[in-house]
Each structure stands twice: as C-alpha cells, then as structure tokens.
C-alpha cells in the first residue's frame, strides 16, 4: 500500500530526524527546507539524495507537511504558507511545537488544510543518536485525524499522549521545568562542587542522579531523600552559610532557597515532617533570603 508523502519545513534537529526515520518506516520523502549551513549538512547526511526546496514548494509535493520551527516563528510560518497558495484543503499539517496547539495553524486551517499539533517530548542531537529513542508524542488533532496521528507515531515507535487544545502551554510548561531546569540545576550543582574542590564533579554527581531520577519516576515523593525531608535543621542552616560565604552566584543561592522551601512544603503535605518543623526550616531560608538582600543593598 502507497504511503503518504512526507515534507519538512524546517529540517534542524528535530524536522531532519523525524523526517528520516519516516522514510525509513517507508514513507517517501519528496523534500525539505532549510538555509543554515549546519542544517544544509544533516540534511545530506541524515537525508540523503532528498531535494532541498523553498517551504512553498515542499508543502505543494508532500501529501503531509510537518513544520518543525521555532515555538515563536510557527504562526508566521504558517501564514506566509497560507499567502503562497501551496498548502491545499485535505492537506495534513503537523507542527512539533509543545506549547503551540491547532490554533497556531488558524491560517492553513481556513484553507481546509487538517491541523495536527504533533511534539515529541524528547531533546534532540540531530544525530543518527536519536534514531534509537521512542519518545512520548504530545497529539492535538480532530477526531477524524487522530489515526493518522498514530499511525506516524507508531512508525516512529513512539507513544501518543493526547493533550487538549486547552493544555498545550501546562503540558509544554511541565517539559519545560522538569528538563530544561533540570540542566541548569545540574549545572549548578557541578559548579558548587568545583568551588569545593571536585575535579570530577559529573562523576561525582552522575550515581547519586541517576538513582535519584530513576528513584522519583518510579516513586514519586516516597523517593526522597536529604536534610529536609529529615528535618535536619541544623545541616540546612550549614547549607545556606556556606553559600553565603562562598564566592556563589546569587541564582544558585536563590536556586537552592527556593527548592529547599518546595522541598518542605511537599514534605510536609505527605507528613513526612511536622509542621513546627517546616516552619523552622523555611524561617531558616527566609533568614538567608534576608541576608541575601542586606548583602546586595550594601553594594550599592
């Protein structure tokens, strides 16, 4: 049986991995777009013998056009595709877009084009890398093109998670705080242990974490662990004294104020602390976000 063509405006990181791993589930390829150099250059190497083409010309040849663009570049995408008169009724239009539903493709939508908010929920290297993971694929679409929405996830052995229009930025917020937060926390803390005198901080770090994340996906707040949840007062106040006295950035120190003070209050939601305790403990971070301030006033 024939299979829908495929075309991807925007062929980065994402639109080029998706777009090869459907040609090789058997789904032609008929063209992408792209100008940078580093996009010219996955292009011929993930896609090879695949025609490079302008967005206009790649959404007239495919039978399904996918724009993987940036989350604030996508509506203008999309109406200058609607102004060019190559996107057709019947047309499927996928974005990758987390944050962005149906209404971002309003434009081709009112040409009778069948809208389809497709995300993988994953980062992406651009790379042959990506090839072997099956992501979970946030799906916003009409009832009549929910199959279709499957079936492309399913060839790209992902998992479909249906998400209403109305959740989009939730669903995409979650990603967001649990991933890209994630990094900068990571990263803060491998700082930390340079200034204590780790060469190795990332071997340091990485048992402890992948045990903690392994532990926390498994179980959730059961998984955890440390001096809040422990109601170790004294330790916490250790804590905030040496980054108050060591050369820290004031975004770590506030970074680790305001997770310890998350840390109490989901602590003592499930009783694992009292609440005299987690009184105590934030007084303790309120007091450092205090001193905090009275040091950067003294600056000025």
Same mark, same amino acid.
């Given at each position: 049986?024939?299979?829908?063509?495929?075309?991807?405006?925007? !062929?980065?990181?994402?639109?080029?991995?998706?777009?090869?791993? %459907?040609?090789?589930?058997?789904?032609? /390829?008929?063209?992408?777009?792209?100008?940078? =150099?580093?996009?010219?250059?996955?292009?011929?190497?993930?896609? *090879?013998?695949?025609?490079?083409?302008?967005? !206009?010309?790649?959404?007239?040849?495919?039978?399904?056009?996918?724009?993987? /663009? &940036?989350?604030?570049?996508?509506?203008? /995408?999309?109406?200058?595709?609607? $102004? $060019?008169?190559?996107?057709? *009724?019947?047309?499927?239009?996928?974005?990758? $877009?987390?944050?962005?539903?149906?209404?971002?493709? #309003? #434009?081709?939508?009112?040409?009778?084009?069948? @809208?389809?908010?497709?995300?993988?929920?994953?980062?992406?290297?651009?790379?042959?890398?990506?090839?072997?993971?099956?992501?979970?694929?946030?799906?916003?679409? =009409?009832?009549?093109?929910?199959?279709?929405?499957?079936?492309?996830?399913?060839?790209?052995?992902?998992? &479909?998670?249906?998400?209403?229009?109305?959740?989009?930025?939730?669903?995409?917020?979650?990603?967001?705080?649990?991933?890209?937060?994630?990094?900068?926390?990571?990263?803060? $803390?491998?700082?930390?242990?340079?200034?204590?005198? !780790?060469?190795? &901080?990332?071997?340091?770090?990485? @048992?402890? %974490?992948?045990? =903690? %994340?392994?532990?926390?996906?498994?179980?959730?707040?059961? #998984? %955890?662990?440390?001096?809040?949840?422990?109601?170790?007062?004294?330790?916490?106040?250790?804590?905030?004294?040496?980054?108050?006295?060591?050369?820290?950035?004031? #975004?770590?120190?506030?970074?680790?104020?305001?997770?310890?003070?998350?840390?109490?209050?989901?602590?003592?939601?499930?009783?694992?602390?009292? &609440?005299?305790?987690?009184?105590?403990?934030?007084?303790?971070?309120?007091?450092?976000?205090?001193? =905090?301030?009275?040091?950067?006033?003294?600056?000025?």
């Amino acid at each position: 049986m024939s299979r829908l063509s495929m075309g991807v405006v925007g !062929a980065g990181k994402v639109g080029s991995v998706l777009a090869a791993r %459907l040609r090789s589930a058997g789904y032609p /390829v008929v063209g992408v777009s792209g100008r940078s =150099a580093a996009t010219r250059l996955r292009i011929s190497t993930l896609l *090879p013998g695949v025609s490079v083409l302008e967005p !206009a010309q790649v959404a007239a040849a495919a039978d399904v056009l996918i724009l993987a /663009v &940036p989350d604030d570049d996508l509506i203008a /995408v999309a109406e200058e595709l609607a $102004s $060019s008169g190559a996107v057709r *009724p019947g047309q499927y239009v996928l974005h990758t $877009s987390g944050r962005h539903g149906l209404d971002a493709l #309003a #434009a081709l939508t009112r040409l009778g084009a069948r @809208p389809i908010a497709f995300h993988p929920a994953m980062t992406f290297t651009g790379t042959a890398v990506d090839f072997d993971r099956g992501p979970v694929f946030g799906l916003t679409a =009409a009832p009549a093109d929910r199959a279709l929405a499957e079936e492309l996830v399913a060839a790209l052995r992902g998992v &479909p998670m249906w998400v209403a229009e109305s959740d989009r930025a939730l669903y995409h917020a979650a990603l967001a705080h649990g991933a890209n937060h994630l990094v900068t926390l990571v990263a803060q $803390s491998m700082d930390l242990l340079r200034n204590a005198g !780790a060469q190795d &901080p990332a071997g340091v770090l990485r @048992p402890l %974490l992948t045990a =903690a %994340l392994d532990n926390v996906l498994a179980y959730g707040d059961a #998984a %955890l662990t440390g001096p809040v949840v422990r109601g170790d007062v004294t330790t916490i106040r250790a804590h905030v004294d040496a980054l108050a006295a060591a050369n820290v950035d004031d #975004a770590t120190t506030a970074a680790y104020l305001e997770l310890a003070r998350a840390t109490a209050s989901r602590s003592e939601a499930d009783r694992r602390i009292a &609440p005299a305790t987690a009184g105590t403990i934030r007084q303790v971070l309120d007091e450092a976000d205090w001193d =905090a301030m009275a040091h950067i006033a003294a600056g000025f």
